[in-house]
């Protein structure tokens, strides 16, 4: 605008103030009304979006290749871009374009390299392009872009290979870029790995020990969690599936109060066809239980906390019992009893019988990813656990030139190692919320099992793992196991197949140990079930208490709840707060102070027991600060459930009087210390009892006395009145009595005679 006239200019540059102006009264009226809108720029008439300032996120992009990933001749590739802009501003329209290396990685960890790296590839091959619209903030766009059978630079090829593609997408002054593969199969035979997918029936982690019957009803729903996992075996009978024997223990343990859901499930899982072990009660990590100290892993001790017996009369029909029980004996002829006898009450299951499971392994053990280390092991056979199931992140599998296969022998232990990089892709498939999200998961899936059939040697003999977590979304197991074992360069094979292949040279277990903060809680939990241990023996049946508190160590220590998103350490802390509430449960109530004016006598306590569901049996013991005070014994008293009950402890008072304080402490009928010791002040005041005494016996001898006294008085009086009687009746003289003289007696001369 230099050979612009200055009144033009200053035109301009008024106008650009007015825009400039109005732009922001505008900005002002929206942001009152709540609309957000971005500011106009000198530049609004280009398509330059950006990111707000000062944010750090980026466009994103992922590729997925249709069909799993597999590409056969004939077939148009076609291929997924999904585009994400997690910015606060919108991006303009762009395009996404898709390229193909043209060279196909050696081996799968080329493979790994090439897929997670940054670095420009040379001759890359343009395929296909399409346009992008504009990217709202926070949106996420799905492009297609389909390149023909024809224009497809390897589809000559006679022999499968992995090829790499690349998606480049552009919005205004923003690119991202992403990276997939694609297997091309042009149809043949082809070397297949022996396959051996192990799954674990488990349900999402909790603390109680037991399922809920309502979360029970819940899981074994149409589409509920555990419905889900057997569904997706159908057809699959060489799929191996690890049990958590604490669902088959829930269902039984309610008799016929069951959800009909879960028993018809439990029907289910008894006729599967599959191979089947025992993970542990509550699928409880045995590799972190070694590690926080224990000589072996725990096992339930007793479930009958949970039986209520009413819910088994009549009894339940048994469901998945081993075929090696004990017989029934063949029912013999009643005999006539002469009398009637009680009808007796219902047979109510052991725990052994609440676990039994008619599995096709024993000894087998499943610790979660990356927790074993080589000193595990030795414990763990010691225990019975001689065969073990570990990641293939537990192993240097990564570091050997080829695909090892699954077996390996440490010690006296069996040890099967899942491949980690197809087990992690499958697992993805199986929990995939989309078919993109599935065929991306696919596409590595078959990429990795290709590279493997073109390693030399023998085919390889390979398991395959899904985590504990696989089953929390998705629906789709059963599609994700169909086209694994409908690969070109798989075939299924069952568990001892795969765990009977020849052992790979080098490959070894290498030691991962648990975090140190896991293990503390470990040891933490167990210490508190060993105090609750101590505490059950105020119980009439300890094993009431300890039973539970086992089952729930053993459900919190469940592998699921090494899950990143599961909050482990909140739910230790809520119940180790339990634990201190339950030790705390049966205590003295406080007790002002004793006034003891007797020399002896017994002084009442009030000692309550907050348990819920059972009474206790406790004994209060006193012991004073001196001499003055003397217990005899301690009291024992039976407390009914969440109630209160008065303890009388009888003492003695010796010479002296003053203050005593007196320790209460509270044991079970063991000896075992209940609750937290108290004290009580006693004021001791015996001597008032001799005062008291003296001055009554002081008091009676005078009252005896006085009456005494008063009585000989009275006698003296009364004599003394009748002498004087007797004395007033005698004549004066003689004189004046008249002698007859007819000899008569004489007669009293009255006056007037």
Avoid: C
């Amino acid at each position: 605008m230099s050979g612009a006239s200055p009144t033009l200019r200053r035109g301009a540059t008024v106008r650009a103030r007015v825009r400039r102006v109005a732009a922001a009264l505008a900005i002002g009226v929206l942001s009152v009304t709540g609309v957000v809108v971005a500011a106009p720029t000198a530049l609004a008439e280009t398509s330059t979006p950006s990111a707000t300032t000062g944010s750090t996120a980026k466009l994103t992009a992922s590729l997925t290749a249709d069909q799993a990933g597999v590409l056969s001749p004939g077939k148009d590739l076609t291929v997924s871009v999904t585009v994400s802009n997690p910015t606060d501003t919108a991006y303009q329209s762009g395009s996404a374009s898709l390229w193909i290396d043209p060279t196909p990685p050696k081996d799968r960890s080329a493979l790994s390299t090439w897929l997670t790296s940054t670095d420009a590839v040379s001759d890359p091959v343009q395929v296909g392009r399409t346009p992008l619209d504009t990217l709202e903030p926070g949106g996420t766009a799905v492009v297609r872009i389909t390149v023909p059978a024809a224009a497809v630079p390897f589809g000559t090829r006679t022999t499968s290979a992995v090829f790499g593609l690349g998606a480049t997408v552009k919005a205004g002054s923003a690119e991202a870029s992403a990276r997939s593969s694609v297997v091309w199969y042009p149809g043949g035979s082809a070397t297949q790995s022996a396959l051996n997918v192990v799954i674990p029936i488990v349900t999402p982690p909790g603390a109680d020990g037991l399922i809920a019957a309502d979360d029970l009803a819940t899981y074994t729903a149409p589409n509920g969690i555990l419905t889900r996992e057997l569904d997706g075996l159908t057809g699959h009978t060489t799929v191996t599936v690890g049990i958590d024997p604490m669902i088959i223990a829930s269902i039984r343990v309610l008799g016929n109060a069951a959800p009909a859901s879960a028993v018809e499930w439990l029907t289910r899982l008894s006729e599967l066809p599959n191979d089947t072990f025992s993970l542990g009660y509550g699928d409880a990590d045995t590799a972190g239980q070694i590690q926080a100290g224990l000589a072996a892993p725990l096992a339930p001790t007793s479930l009958g906390y949970a039986i209520d017996p009413k819910n088994f009369t009549p009894q339940p029909t048994p469901v998945g019992e081993p075929s090696t029980a004990t017989p029934t004996p063949t029912p013999k002829a009643p005999t006539p009893s002469p009398t009637p006898t009680t009808a007796p009450g219902p047979v109510l299951p052991t725990t052994n019988e609440l676990l039994a499971w008619d599995y096709t392994f024993t000894g087998v053990t499943w610790p979660g990813d990356k927790t074993v280390r080589r000193a595990d092991l030795a414990p763990l056979a010691a225990a019975g656990l001689t065969s073990m199931i570990v990641s293939g992140s537990n192993t240097n599998a990564a570091d050997l030139d080829a695909t090892p296969n699954a077996p390996f022998v440490s010690g006296s232990t069996h040890v099967v190692a899942s491949d980690q990089r197809l087990s992690d892709a499958l697992q993805q498939a199986a929990s995939a919320p989309s078919d993109v999200a599935w065929n991306a998961a696919m596409s590595k899936v078959n990429a990795q099992l290709e590279l493997v059939s073109q390693e030399s040697g023998d085919p390889r003999k390979l398991l395959v793992a899904l985590g504990r977590s696989w089953p929390s979304s998705g629906t789709q197991l059963e599609r994700t196991l169909n086209s694994l074992f409908s690969s070109p360069w798989s075939a299924p094979a069952d568990f001892q197949t795969v765990a009977g292949a020849p052992a790979t040279s080098g490959f070894d277990l290498v030691d991962t140990p648990e975090s140190p903060e896991r293990i503390t809680l470990i040891q933490s939990l167990v210490q508190d079930e060993a105090a609750l241990g101590q505490f059950a023996t105020v119980l009439d049946d300890p094993t009431r208490l300890t039973g539970r508190a086992r089952a729930q160590v053993l459900s919190l220590l469940a592998v699921a709840w090494e899950n990143p998103r599961a909050d482990w350490s909140a739910a230790v802390v809520k119940t180790r707060k339990a634990t201190d509430d339950t030790l705390h449960s049966i205590k003295i109530l406080p007790t002002e102070n004793v006034n003891l004016v007797s020399a002896q006598g017994s002084i009442p306590f009030t000692v309550s027991n907050e348990l819920p569901d059972d009474a206790v049996t406790i004994v209060l013991s006193a012991s004073p600060s001196n001499s003055r005070l003397e217990v005899d014994q301690s009291t024992t008293k039976r407390i009914l459930k969440d109630s209160r009950a008065t303890v009388l402890i009888p003492v003695k008072a010796k010479v002296g009087n003053g203050q005593v304080v007196l320790s209460l402490h509270l044991y079970s009928p063991t000896g075992v210390p209940i609750g937290d010791p108290t004290s009580v002040t006693v004021d001791v005041h015996a001597d008032w009892e001799g005062i008291g005494a003296l001055i009554f016996g002081i008091l009676l001898v005078l009252l005896f006395g006085f009456g005494i006294v008063r009585n000989i008085l009275r006698r003296r009086s009364k004599r003394d009145q009748d002498e004087g009687a007797d004395d007033a009746a005698q004549p004066e003289n003689a004189s004046d009595e008249v002698t007859p003289s007819d000899g008569s007696a004489p007669t009293e001369e009255r006056p007037g005679g």
